[in-house]
């Protein structure tokens, strides 16, 4: 408990702001020099204004509002599936005769199947 406190105490006496804060002041700062960078794409891209009619449109957001506002229907779908996508087992597949001295590469031969790495 008593380095939990002392590290609070350091926080303070630090005065740090707030990491959604932090986060929000450097994507700000970070499209206002984009301004005066030398690639006219850089300075194009950095003032990108989408059209008032696909605000709707998550793939077009201007992407400085992506850290504060709500996730889009994709992210929500894939944070639900994220379990689901670590369980699925390696792309096994029958081993093959046919050219029997052709190299296999990076592919592993056990138990008479190729699993293959990638």
Do not use: W
């Not at 003032?47 to 709707?56: E, F």
């Not at 096994?92 to 296999?104: I, R």
């Amino acid at each position: 408990m008593h380095q939990d406190s002392c590290r609070r105490a350091v926080v303070d006496d630090l005065d740090l702001e707030p990491i959604s804060m932090y986060l929000q002041s450097a994507s700000v700062h970070h499209f206002e020099n984009t301004a005066r960078h030398e690639n006219p794409l850089i300075v194009a891209a950095g003032n990108y204004i989408p059209d008032p009619a696909d605000r709707l449109e998550s793939s077009r957001r201007r992407p400085k509002h992506v850290i504060t506002d709500p996730p889009d229907p994709l992210t929500v779908l894939l944070a639900l599936l994220a379990p689901v996508i670590v369980l699925v087992e390696p792309l096994v597949l029958p081993l093959h005769h046919s050219h029997p001295a052709e190299p296999h590469g990076y592919e592993d031969i056990h138990d008479g199947y190729e699993y293959i790495h990638g």
